[in-house]
T-cell receptor
């Protein structure tokens, strides 16, 4: 299995809703990532988990809450979002290795979020 | 700090024509360079990667890229464009940062293929 699966593909939510995005991989990758991508822009890193521990939080507002329940799953919990949070949210995973910068990120197809 | 610059946010070619997408990098150490492709409403897919084993790198779908240290470039080419090549292309540089890959993306080039 060489895929990263993201659900749902599309999500519409109001500013008072609570929802979650889910990501799953079975490639044995121990690093998992959340990226946010606005239209016509490159992906922006939000969070990184390495061995199920949060390694990087790129100053993301607390209305985004990541969770890594096990080595295959990554969630992004959403609460009280703003319309400007509407974007494509991409999950990715990679191997963790010491010293090599050549590990490839495998991306999911993304979850398209619209905040009304 | 590592960075990549993609020249041209939008490139148009005729079907069957040469595709050339430009990427220049800035790095104080030998870089690990990638090209990713993103089709509409999809995630990013790896086209090819340079890891210093060979300067000419062949990827999927007939694409290739040549690493030129003297020009600090890693341009992406394809001899003959196909309609299915229409997509957004991102050049990226990456390094290991304590257990994860720190990826710096270029701003992207949208390729339009004209019938």
């Amino acid at each position: 299995d060489t895929e990263v699966t993201q659900t749902p593909k599309h999500l519409v939510m109001g500013m008072t809703n609570k929802k979650s995005l889910k990501c799953e991989q079975h490639m044995g990758h121990r690093a998992m990532y959340w990226y946010k991508q606005k239209a016509k822009k490159p992906p922006e890193l939000m969070f990184v988990y390495s061995y199920e521990k949060l390694s990087i939080n790129e100053s993301v507002p607390s209305r985004f809450s990541p969770e890594c329940p096990n080595s295959s799953l990554l969630n992004l919990h959403l609460h009280a979002l703003q319309p400007e949070d509407s974007a494509l949210y991409l999950c990715a995973s990679s191997q963790v290795s010491g010293g090599s910068g050549a590990n490839v990120l495998t991306f999911g197809a993304g979850s398209r979020l619209t905040v009304l | 700090a590592q960075s990549v610059t993609q020249l041209g946010s939008h490139v148009s070619v005729s079907e069957g024509a040469l595709v050339l997408l430009r990427c220049n990098y800035s790095s104080s150490v030998p870089p690990y360079l990638f090209w990713y492709v993103q089709y509409p409403n999809q995630g990013l897919q790896l086209l090819l990667k340079y890891t210093s084993a060979a300067t000419l790198v062949k990827g999927i779908n007939g694409f290739e890229a040549e690493f030129k240290k003297s020009e600090t470039s890693f341009h992406l080419t394809k001899p003959s464009a196909h309609m299915s090549d229409a997509a957004e292309y991102f050049c990226a540089v990456t390094k290991n940062s304590g257990g994860y890959q720190k990826v710096t993306f270029g701003t992207g080039t949208k390729l339009q293929v004209i019938p």
